[in-house]
């Protein structure tokens, strides 16, 4: 399972390269990548429905407890069959969709790395690599959604989309280590759910809760973290099929259904999921119905079934993640034919606005039939797949303990929304009034996919028993922890989930009817939206550039006088200040050290070089003064038998020095030092005498401690047998403590790379 | 400065500079040297040439001074040395070592990924003491 998704990977990264080939019909290739995985995942059907997980575990660091392990139970096989077959289909898609477009490679690369990581996150089985996947699937949706940056509009949708789900990652990661630390230190999920009931039990149960659901609320655009996806639509349709409404929104959703053995069952977990799922679906069923643009119709539908698989979830009882499967199922092949539908309208009749369509089922036939499947499912007529979701979730709804009318009155109200959304969405471009002329059909790659997926819900619909028995029930057990067998069924029988369904579906096209006159209705919560959480994103943004730009003016003046000034009397306030408070830890030497002659004179000659460097006033003469003191410290490395550093002193030495020359001939003079007023240096001079006592009496009270030498023992033990060399520093430099070295080198690229930049830009050359 | 005795007497600084400043690489491990020292060393090599002679002839034997690639030559070395190990199953930054047995010899020859770390730690500080030193000369 490793090897499979890093030769994803490995493919993802190298597919620029592949699409240029033969003129880019080399993109074909790139489906079979999606396709392949899909044969690999669905061969594991078998195993994995009789309830044994595929197992792949990796050691990463052996010390701290991090593993790379790679669980496939049900429900990673549900999600993992659900991306790679749609991955397939929409790459196929993408190719025609984006014929006129350059960069295709590019796309192409994003949206498989985007797979390759949306799969590694349902496969992961440690937390880290988990929360490692998570960001990586915000990343890539950050550079999908962005793709068209010559747009403002799309750079500024995938900054939002980017700060709040990362943001909120982050919180859900102080979330995961405190449910690790409630499970007794594990990090592998399956272990957390075997001691479910001790988190449960334990006092971070709580927080730990609250942090994980906010970054799964953020992922799955739910109230209040919803507004970035609607804004997220600025991206190519293929990727708001695939990630904005199939894939990396329900990654939200399948963290919460993965952590529900270990987290759920609570009256915390019904409480926090119910209510901000209830709120959810109702706000994002009625935000859907002001909106004219199909896509953003279909985004805020999106994010009201979103809200309903968090109330199901919530709900916990077999029956409501029953439904939740289902609704998952649906969900996405009903939105994915209808965003590839809506990709299609637009790429031939180059409009997304509602208003201006119409009639195009004559000209559109194909596309026009997908469509309308599509939004039957979506509106959950029966025999389509998305019926028999409702029956579930309202007899699911009427079973709960806890406000049971309630939370059904909300479903059957949501639901009755969506079916008005649907009709927008199908009914109104397609059919009714023919308002454009000249529209051809769109080309099979862009009609078959949709056709497809719609169709797939038809069939689902109507002969629901393989995929239930084999891919929805493995799911529902890992969920719920024992064997499941969920009724599927889309015949309608007579009981009161159907009267429910009927009211629904009246009120929804009585609602359709009315739709103008709802939306003029609706352009009043306009102004409320003003005050709403995408407000506050905005606020907070634009208030945190002004704290950038304030603190910047007033640290970052540009004179280094003032920077050294400032670090040096923090430095002294702070460690002066904590002497003074707890006693100065050391005590004045009874007899001054014995050295031999040359070290005395030594230190008389660096006192006269620093003496010198600071009553000179020709800046050569002070550049050579340091060069003494510098070589004069190599010197007393040397002494004290300190070779390497002795070395690299002299040699870092002489190239400071050269450097220095090499800057001070581009410097004005600095000119006798009478011409500075008395001020300023009276201050540098307190300074400067104040910080050397300070680091005097520092040094003094650490050579009056004890030294332990038993990590400097450990190191020359270990030196050769371990080290292979005799040459101890070196030994820890490169083998030991290899890894701080690593950091160093970037460190010291880092900064050359930085100055040549500044050195480049000044120069305002382009070489 | 008398440039004539620095021109003809850079030749043969710069040679030596830069054969020794091999040789403290390779000897790092069981003698004082190491990957830093022996960077410095060719810096210096490069310095010498520089005072003695144009800027332009550093260009020159640079053939173009993009010091840029050598950071990242070294930079992807040092990485390279240490995800090594994880292609054989060892954890990241494990010492592989090979012993060659030399004719003539009685101890064999060590070489192991330390070694590749410390010729990447070479690189990178070479070009970017490189890059800080000559760009400072272009336009003057």
């Known amino acids: ?767 | 400065m008398s440039t004539l005795v620095l021109r003809t007497t850079a030749h043969l600084l710069i040679a030596l500079l830069l054969l020794f400043s091999l040789f403290m690489l390779l000897r790092g491990h069981d003698l004082p040297g190491g990957g830093f020292i022996g960077a410095l060393l060719a810096t210096g090599a490069f310095t010498v040439y520089m005072l003695a002679f144009d800027p332009a002839e550093v260009l020159r034997i640079t053939r173009g001074g993009h010091y840029h690639r050598l950071i990242g030559t070294g930079l992807a070395t040092a990485a390279a040395s240490a995800v090594l190990p994880m292609v054989v199953g060892r954890p990241l930054f494990t010492g592989l070592w090979i012993e060659l047995q030399l004719s003539g010899k009685a101890e064999p020859l060590h070489l192991g990924t330390p070694l590749l770390f410390d010729l990447g730690v070479y690189l990178t500080v070479l070009g970017a003491a490189l890059t800080l030193l000559m760009e400072l000369e272009e336009d003057t």
Not at chain 1, 80 to 108: C, E, H, N, P, W
Not at chain 1, 226 to 247: D, G, Q
Request: with cysteine; hydrophobic share 55%; charged share 10%.
């Open chain 1, 1 to 767: 399972m490793i090897a499979a998704l890093l030769i994803s990977f490995a493919v993802a990264l190298a597919a620029p390269w592949i699409a240029r080939r033969r003129a880019g019909r080399g993109a074909w290739l790139l489906v079979l990548l999606p396709a392949a995985l899909a044969v690999y995942f669905a061969a594991l059907v078998p195993t994995v429905a009789q309830g044994t997980a595929a197992l792949a575990v990796r050691t990463w660091a052996p010390a701290m407890g991090v593993t790379l392990a790679l669980r496939c139970d049900g429900l990673s096989l549900f999600f993992a069959l659900l991306i790679t077959v749609m991955g397939a289909l929409v790459v196929a898609y993408s190719i025609r969709y984006l014929a006129d477009t350059g960069q295709r490679g590019r796309f192409f690369a994003y949206l498989l790395l985007f797979m390759s990581a949306m799969l590694g996150l349902v496969l992961a089985d440690d937390l880290f690599a988990l929360y490692v996947f998570w960001e990586l699937t915000s990343i890539t949706s950050f550079l999908l959604i962005g793709f068209d940056n010559a747009q403002e509009k799309a750079r500024s949708a995938a900054r939002q989309s980017l700060l709040v789900t990362s943001s909120c990652g982050l919180v859900m990661l102080a979330g995961f280590i405190l449910l690790s630390i409630a499970a007794g230190g594990t990090f592998r999920i399956s272990e957390i759910t075997e001691r479910a009931g001790e988190v449960r039990a334990h006092g971070l149960y709580a927080p730990a809760l609250v942090l994980i659901a906010i970054g799964a609320f953020a992922k799955s655009a739910q109230f209040p973290f919803h507004f970035w996806l609607p804004n997220a639509m600025s991206a190519p349709t293929p990727v708001s099929a695939y990630l904005h409404s199939a894939t990396m929104v329900k990654a939200g959703i399948y963290l919460l259904a993965r952590l529900t053995p270990a987290l759920g069952g609570t009256a915390p977990w019904f409480a926090l999921l119910a209510s901000v799922g209830t709120l959810t679906m109702l706000i994002g069923a009625v935000l859907a119905l002001r909106s004219t643009d199909l896509k953003r119709v279909l985004a805020y539908s999106t994010i009201a079934m979103l809200g309903m698989l968090t109330y199901l979830l919530g709900a916990g009882t077999e029956r409501s993640i029953a439904a939740a499967m289902v609704l998952l199922l649906a969900h996405a092949l009903y939105k994915g034919a209808l965003f590839l539908g809506a990709g299609a309208v637009d790429h031939e009749a180059g409009s997304r606005d509602v208003r201006q369509l119409g009639g195009l089922a004559r000209c559109m036939p194909m596309t026009a039939t997908a469509a309308t499947l599509a939004a039957a499912s979506m509106a959950g007529l029966p025999p389509l797949l998305g019926f028999a979701y409702k029956e579930m979730t309202y007899a699911a709804s009427l079973e709960l303990e806890m406000a049971p009318v309630l939370l059904t009155s909300a479903a059957v109200l949501s639901n009755a929304l969506t079916v008005i959304a649907a009709g927008i969405v199908a009914v109104r471009p397609f059919w009714g009034s023919r308002m454009r002329d000249t529209v051809h059909e769109a080309p099979v790659a862009m009609w078959l996919p949709p056709a497809l997926l719609a169709g797939a819900g038809l069939l689902l619909g109507l002969f629901p028993g393989p995929v239930t028995r084999l891919v929805i029930d493995p799911a529902i057990a890992a969920i719920v922890g024992q064997p499941a067998a969920a009724q599927v069924s889309t015949v309608p029988h007579w009981n009161i989930e159907l009267l429910l369904s009927v009211v629904t579906i009246a009120t929804g096209v009585l609602g359709y009817l009315c739709w103008d006159r709802l939306r003029t209705w609706l352009a009043m919560i306009d102004r409320a939206s003003d005050y709403g959480p995408e407000h506050a994103y905005h606020a907070a943004v634009k208030a945190l550039q002004r704290i950038a730009v304030m603190q910047t003016r007033a640290l970052q003046h540009g004179y280094l006088r003032y920077y050294l000034l400032t670090v040096f009397a923090t430095y002294l306030l702070l460690t002066a200040g904590a002497m003074l408070v707890h006693g100065v830890p050391a005590a004045l030497p009874d007899a001054l050290p014995s050295a031999a002659l040359y070290e005395w004179l030594l230190l008389v000659l660096l006192v006269a070089a620093a003496i010198a460097a600071i009553l000179t006033g020709s800046r050569l003469v002070a550049i050579m003064a340091l060069a003494v003191l510098g070589f004069g410290i190599a010197l007393l490395f040397l002494i004290y038998g300190a070779i390497d550093l002795a070395m690299t002193q002299f040699l870092v030495e002489t190239l400071i020095i050269v450097i220095l020359l090499q800057v001070m001939r581009r410097l004005p003079p600095i000119g006798p030092p009478t011409r500075h007023t008395g001020r300023p240096r009276v201050h540098a001079l307190a300074l400067s005498i104040a910080f050397g006592l300070l680091v005097t009496v520092l040094l003094i009270a650490v050579i009056q401690q004890p030294f332990d030498d038993s990590i400097s023992d450990y190191y020359a033990r270990a030196s050769v047998p371990e080290g292979h060399g005799r040459n101890v520093v070196n030994v820890i430099l490169v083998d030991f403590r290899g890894l701080d070295t690593m950091g160093e080198i970037s460190v010291i690229a880092t900064a050359a790379l930085g100055a040549w930049a500044l050195l480049r830009a000044r120069a305002g050359g382009t070489r």
